[in-house]
């Protein structure tokens, strides 16, 4: 028997050191051949082959980052079908035909090369006793001893958790990783007028992209003709397909369901959103918790005396005693239990629309007490909306508002919409315009009916050299101090009237502050660059416990740091890009800016839809990440505690233990 271990231990150190030699010598090869070729490219310019694409295969660009994947998945099958084989071995050897040993060997010397790899790596090149050390000290002992059957257990579970592993990666990533497989490998493509089928590869930015009724579209893009229904869902985690005309964005991998649109090609391959998210989340799931590192540390700490107590108790109880407190360890059940947990919760965050870039996100999430909320665009719509009219003049309310959305109705900016949308809720006919002239910033002139309207600020209006009333004046004052805005119209040099805007309160709102309470959140405020009326005013009808009112973008970090040393852990809900400094500086960063931003977007976790419906569900899959890493490293300890005192009290055999621990 000790002979089989000199020729396993003899037959590992003969392997790798004919490795060393040929890679040096494969090192030495490419050092003459770099040489030479510096010095024929002296003697003649090396024009470079083409590279031969095969027609059948997408690009590099569009294809799915799996390599690593295959390799590791095709290694861990490959030694979990000879673990099994040598399993087989191993009992007929131990229980039927001892003769048979010279194959076993064979096969058990060649099964733990990878082991042995990971154990020199932790004492040569890493300077510690790692968990693989421990194995291999068992799998040394166990084959002096003759326990065949066991080590063929124990191999056999070792290659399986390593299976476990990587399938679980690969679940946990399969949402997005097939992303670019679904796409279709051809499109229709407008060329000179006539649809041309394109492969995916070929199209550049510019091009116009045919996409019907259930096609997949392939690039990010803006909507340049038709109008179509699209399923998002995948993307944003939306229920509810969305409508998407002229002008609108639309993104790679969502679908169509109804209707027929080109789409202006603006980004294609790695470029796209869905390719960004799948980096971000390829990333996000190698971040270890707080939980997986306190139970990995414990592992790492808990080497050194297992393997104390091996050397002490194997004189006193036996060598299969020793070998069952080694492999009571609980260092392998940490390593597949913890990121199992991670990795699912990740994934049912996405499913939601919620994509997190940081999995340590989810746990300090569960520390956070207070939330600040940027309040325009957060706790309020992006979108505006008519409060009243306001008319100084003969003048009535629809032939305003008809007035001011014929001027504004080639416009796009917020105050655009907001005024067309409520003439189109009001049923008003637009006049046609005669010509028009628009100063950015401040309002535009136009010509309707050989009458000047002008339709813009009260700054726009003064530099026209149009008199505000009293009236109008009053009215401004009123608006400012709730936090609304006014737009003025005129006609020919005289004011007739004025809308004002409002930003409108999320829907969700009220119930989210609720669901906030029950999550334990005590402090929740609003940071705004408003005035103070309108801030408070809005914090009493949410049941907000502050206000932070005319707060520069710069100026929202400060309030973050000074709750935090005030001993409060913070989380900020706004915007991605503009409130940056503050999301850096809180404990947790959330951002609605949505799936079009993500690249830009500092935050850890960005709620995909643009609203804040998902926060809550935020909240509950970050508590059952708490609860299921918590059960998770108290199950480790379980076969732990069962195999010491089976071995100490119960004479507990050697290959029961290897099932209990892996069960």
Not at 599 to 615: F, I, R, S
Request: with cysteine; net charge positive.
């Amino acid at each position: 028997m000790l002979l089989e271990v000199g020729f396993v231990v003899g037959t590992y150190i003969g392997f790798r050191l004919s490795e060393r030699h040929k890679r040096a010598s494969k090192t030495q090869k490419r050092v003459v051949m770099e040489h030479s070729k510096h010095q024929y490219s002296r003697l003649k310019k090396i024009v470079p082959k083409k590279t031969y694409v095969e027609p059948h295969k997408l690009p590099e660009k569009y294809q799915t980052p799996k390599i690593e994947f295959v390799k590791k998945n095709k290694k861990a099958d490959h030694y979990l079908k000879v673990s099994v084989a040598e399993l087989g071995l191993a009992t007929i050897r131990q229980f039927i035909y001892p003769p048979i040993a010279p194959l076993y060997l064979g096969i058990f010397t060649y099964n733990l090369f990878p082991l042995y790899r990971r154990a020199e790596r932790s004492l040569i090149r890493e300077r510690r006793i790692g968990r693989d050390v421990l194995v291999t000290i068992s799998t040394v002992i166990g084959l002096a001893t003759g326990q065949y059957f066991a080590m063929g257990v124990g191999c056999f579970f070792y290659y399986l958790g390593d299976k476990v592993i990587i399938l679980t990666q690969r679940h946990s990533k399969k949402l997005l990783t097939n992303t670019f497989e679904q796409l279709p490998h051809k499109v229709w493509c407008i060329i000179d007028n006539v649809e041309v089928e394109t492969p995916l590869e070929e199209v550049h930015i510019n091009d116009i992209v045919v996409v019907t009724i259930g096609e997949m579209i392939p690039i990010d893009g803006i909507v340049v003709d038709g109008i179509a229904m699209i399923d998002q869902h995948a993307l944003t985690g939306e229920s509810q397909p969305a409508e998407k005309s002229i002008g609108e964005k639309v993104f790679a991998t969502t679908i169509v369901i109804s209707g027929r649109i080109l789409v202006k090609t603006e980004k294609t391959g790695q470029e796209t959103t869905v390719s960004k998210i799948n980096k971000i989340l390829q990333n996000s799931v190698h971040f270890k918790t707080k939980a997986q590192l306190w139970g990995e540390n414990w592992a790492e700490k808990g080497i050194l005396p297992f393997l104390g107590l091996f050397i002490l108790t194997t004189p006193i109880l036996g060598t299969s005693a020793g070998l069952v407190i080694l492999s009571a360890h609980f260092g392998t059940r940490i390593r597949v239990l913890a990121p199992l947990g991670t990795f699912t919760h990740l994934k049912w965050a996405y499913q939601k629309g919620i994509l997190v870039k940081d999995g340590r996100a989810l746990e300090s999430l569960m520390q956070v007490d207070t939330i600040l909320f940027d309040k325009t665009g957060t706790l309020t719509n992006k979108a505006l909306s008519v409060f009243k009219i306001i008319l100084c003049d003969d003048y009535g309310e629809d032939e305003l508002l008809t007035y001011a959305a014929a001027a504004e109705c080639k416009m796009s900016h917020p105050i655009a919409k907001a005024i067309l949308n409520h003439a189109k809720a009001s049923h008003l006919t637009l006049p046609n315009l005669d010509d028009s002239k628009y100063q950015v910033g401040f309002g535009i002139t136009v010509s309707i009916e050989n009458r000047v309207i002008k339709v813009g600020s009260a700054r726009f209006m003064k530099m026209e050299g149009i008199m505000l009333p009293d009236k109008i004046e009053q009215a401004m004052t009123d608006a400012h101090t709730q936090g609304h805005s006014l737009v003025m119209v005129a006609v020919n040099r005289q004011l007739i009237g004025a809308i004002e805007l409002q930003s409108v309160v999320r829907s969700e709102v009220k119930q989210l502050v609720a669901n906030l309470r029950q999550h334990g959140i005590k402090h929740i405020a609003i940071v705004s660059g408003d005035q103070s009326p309108p801030t408070k005013k809005l914090a009493e009808e949410l049941g907000l416990d502050d206000y932070f009112y005319d707060v520069l973008p710069e100026e929202k970090a400060n309030i973050v740091e000074q709750l935090q040393k005030e001993g409060k852990s913070v989380g900020f809900v706004g915007d991605g890009i503009n409130d940056a400094i503050a999301m850096k500086k809180a404990n947790v960063s959330i951002s609605l800016m949505g799936a079009s931003s993500i690249a830009t977007d500092v935050a850890e976790v960005v709620l995909m839809d643009g609203t804040l419906h998902h926060l809550t569900d935020l909240f509950d899959i970050a508590k059952q990440l708490e609860t299921n890493l918590q059960t998770s490293l108290g199950m480790s300890f379980v076969p732990t505690a069962i195999n010491l005192t089976g071995v100490f009290f119960f004479n507990l055999g050697y290959t029961t233990a290897i099932v209990i621990k892996n069960m």
